[in-house]
Antibody, heavy 128, light 107 residues
């Protein structure tokens, strides 16, 4: 069973880049059945999907964040990462990494689906 | 993108009662691609239901999901003390979005 540990700075200045890494343990990240995802939750608010990546490199991004977002995977280190640039106070949130099941739909092909295992989350505050 | 609207915002019930949570989509969810999560304070969400009605591993059978098209329901047939939490629905497929959540609180 995969387990996750998010790491990265807890404080980022406005206009700078937020960078987080999720180290995966208990299994390889190169399993074809899964995407690897980032989700965030602003204080006291709901969940927002950020984006997902398959170990082969295919990505799926939230359209509202796409212009500022890069998600990458390092199979040699069994981890994946998120970079969000030009951050503002609105990007303050708990950031979760998660395993996301891959599924096949005859219309859309392979796509990321539901999140079946989550990290404990890390709070990132955007402030000067 | 599909917008998910959950209702009610807060549900006040007593242990042993039945909870019915609604998730309405702004357009039809193809293929029954809807999941439900439970989140307790200070914890990550936990997957309860996927594909509208399939319980995730280890989820008790008092949790049930149903629905199709634009209307989906999570039912907890007898609330246990540990079930008081916030519940989110999530659509997947053409895009991935979450509802805003329903809080189930002790009456």
């Amino acid at each position: 069973q995969h387990q996750f540990q998010e790491s990265g700075p807890g404080l980022v200045k406005p206009s700078e880049t937020l960078s987080l890494t999720c180290v995966v343990s208990g299994g390889y990240i190169t399993i074809s059945d899964y995407y690897w995802a980032w989700i965030r939750q602003s204080p006291g608010k709901g969940l927002e999907w950020i984006g997902s990546i398959h170990y082969g490199g295919s990505t799926s991004y939230n359209p509202s964040l796409k212009s500022r977002l890069t998600i990458s995977v390092d199979t040699s280190r069994n981890h994946f990462s998120v970079k969000l640039n030009s951050v503002t106070a609105a990007d303050t949130a708990v950031y979760y990494c998660a395993r996301q099941r891959k599924f096949y739909d005859y219309l859309t092909g392979y796509s990321p689906a539901y999140f079946d295992s989550w990290g404990q989350g890390t709070l990132v505050t955007v402030s000067s | 993108d599909i917008v998910l609207t959950q209702s009610p915002g807060t549900l006040s019930l007593s242990p042993g009662e039945r909870a019915t949570l609604s998730c309405r989509a702004s357009q039809s969810v193809g293929g029954r691609y809807l999941a439900w999560y439970q989140q307790k304070p200070g914890q990550a969400p936990r997957l309860l239901i996927y594909d509208t009605s399939t319980r995730a591993t280890g989820i008790p059978d008092r949790f049930g999901g149903s629905g199709s098209g634009t209307d989906f329901t999570l039912t907890i047939i007898r609330l246990e003390p540990e079930d008081f939490a916030v519940y989110y629905c999530q659509h997947y497929g053409s895009s991935t979005t979450f509802g805003q959540g329903t809080k189930v609180e002790i009456k």
